[in-house]
């Protein structure tokens, strides 16, 4: 079950749209431009991103914080953080 759920996480991930990053950013209180929320998402889509390796996480964050800023990146964490947790995936994240 876990390998399925990682490919569907994979997945979204990777055919997250700017429309809808926008969206969850008014919705979870992220302030970003369409032009970052383009990058991000172009970023998210051409490079092969493995949210389940901390390692590669922080790195995806380190580039969030070079497209928007520092803070928005810190909001993605803790939010990410969150979600994770109030879906009880952490077993698969740490």
């Known amino acids: 079950m876990s390998t399925f759920i990682k490919e569907l996480i994979a997945k ?3 055919q997250l749209s700017p429309e809808e990053l926008l969206t969850y950013s008014k919705q979870y209180g992220f302030s970003i431009t369409n032009a970052q929320a383009k990058t991000i998402t172009t970023y998210l889509k ?3 991103i493995d949210p389940f390796s901390a390692d590669n996480r922080a790195k995806m964050l380190q580039e969030l914080a070079r497209i928007t800023d520092l803070n928005t990146a ?7 953080n969150e979600i994770v ?3 009880g ?3 698969l994240f740490y």
């Open 12 to 14: 979204k991930i990777s």
């Open 85 to 87: 947790k109030s879906h």
């Open 89 to 91: 995936l952490e077993s």
């Open 74 to 80: 810190k909001k993605a964490q803790k939010l990410f």
């Open 46 to 48: 051409t490079h092969h």
